[in-house]
């Protein structure tokens, strides 16, 4: 594993979800917020850490990031 990968957020660890599961939900699902994949029941109604990183995901559709690494430009 390289140091990059290990070091990686790409998951919402309170409910053992992937971010590339939580995209796939939201494009089936039809949900574009963090909120509405909360209210789905399926992620960050625990500790809230991965927010910021659900938020990038859906704007961006990257589905791993570098620890911190969750602004992103809403005007793009
Ligand atoms: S990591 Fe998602 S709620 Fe804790």
Same mark, same amino acid.
């Given at each position: 594993?390289?140091?990059?990968?290990?070091?990686?957020?790409?998951?919402?660890?309170?409910?053992?979800?992937?971010?590339?599961e939580?995209?796939?939900?939201?494009?089936l699902?039809?949900?574009?917020?963090?909120q509405?994949l909360?209210?789905?029941?399926?992620?960050?109604? $625990?500790?809230?850490?991965?927010?910021?990183?659900i938020?990038?995901?859906?704007h961006t559709g990257?589905?791993?990031?570098?620890p911190?690494d969750?602004?992103?430009? $809403?005007?793009s």
């Open positions: 594993m390289s140091s990059n990968k290990r070091y990686s957020v790409s998951r919402c660890v309170c409910h053992r979800i992937s971010f590339e939580l995209q796939d939900e939201a494009r699902r039809k949900l574009s917020s963090c509405d909360i209210k789905a029941g399926l992620c960050g109604g $625990s500790c809230t850490m991965c927010h910021p990183y938020e990038k995901m859906l990257e589905t791993e990031f570098r911190g969750f602004h992103y430009n $809403s005007d």
